[in-house]
């Protein structure tokens, strides 16, 4: 079974993530997206890109924490490259504007997915966060963009707390683009999408790919730094620790760590 649904409506392509029960991402779940991206940019017909989560209350969970715990690091950094790069650069070649359309909880791996998007649209029960360095890794990724979109304190904030925010605090901090009712989240991306779609397409475009060339802020150099953070962060047995913790439902005991050592 796919672990997404892509439909093409009135020129709008919507691609709804269904990889239950949390939406987390792996391997397969992220080739699909990356395919999805790939046949709405290669479509004429297409105006512009919804993505969505098709599982109520929970937009993407981000990295799937049982199976990283589990994994060599060949294959943590084949999940990166996937996460990291190939969906960026998919989100890179776009012709057309993508909006990310989130509710329910949205979380580490799921924010680089939001973030990839050029506009968030957010339910106003959505909830926001960057737990990684409670589990012992790093959201290094987001060092790399977060900052430049709602500043470097804000931003060191997010990262090294951990803490969930609302997505009115997202939206006042620019992180969100528009804030919708639940019942209306939907209904609003897509009028959002529907006025994009009407705009000239060949100068549409034109304009998205200088506006993307425009605020690369030179990603793919400072990417690969990324990628080597997160590895070498996930082969610590702080990470060990807080990975078989969230795994097992349980406190961390970093305590324990510190006297093994």
Same mark, same amino acid.
């Given at each position: ?15 709804? @993530? ?6 987390? @991402? ?9 395919? /999805? ?14 993505? /969505? ?22 294959? &943590? ?16 070649? @776009? ?18 997915? /939001? ?16 737990? =990684? ?35 009115? =605090? ?52 400072? &990417? ?13 047995? =702080? ?23």
């Amino acid at each position: 079974m796919s672990p997404l649904r892509y439909e093409v409506r009135d020129s709008i392509a919507e691609i709804h @993530l269904c990889h239950a029960p949390v939406n987390a @991402l792996d391997v397969g779940v992220l080739d699909a997206l990356i395919g /999805a991206l790939d046949e709405a940019n290669a479509d004429p017909s297409v105006r512009a890109v919804l993505l /969505a989560s098709g599982l109520p209350g929970r937009f993407c969970a981000g990295l799937d924490m049982k199976q990283l715990l589990q994994s060599t690091p060949a294959r &943590v950094r084949e999940l990166l490259t996937r996460l990291y790069i190939k969906l960026y650069d998919a989100q890179f070649n @776009l012709t057309k504007p993508s909006i990310s359309v989130v509710s329910g909880a949205v979380r580490g791996g799921g924010m680089t997915v /939001a973030i990839s998007s050029d506009m968030i649209v957010a339910a106003d029960t959505a909830t926001f966060g960057y737990p =990684e360095i409670d589990v012992g890794v790093l959201p290094a990724i987001h060092y790399v963009h977060l900052p430049a979109i709602v500043g470097k304190h804000r931003a060191f904030d997010l990262l090294f707390t951990g803490r969930t925010f609302d997505a009115h =605090e997202a939206h006042a901090m620019g992180l969100v683009t528009r804030v919708a009712p639940e019942a209306e989240l939907l209904d609003q991306a897509r009028a959002l999408a529907r006025s994009l779609a009407d705009k000239p397409p060949e100068v549409l475009a034109m304009g998205r790919r200088a506006f993307v060339y425009s605020n690369d802020n030179e990603y793919r150099r400072r &990417v690969a730094t990324a990628v080597e953070v997160f590895c070498n962060a996930a082969a610590t047995p =702080e990470a060990h620790e807080g990975l078989s913790a969230f795994v097992q439902k349980r406190a961390p005991d970093w305590a324990s760590v510190a006297e093994a050592r």
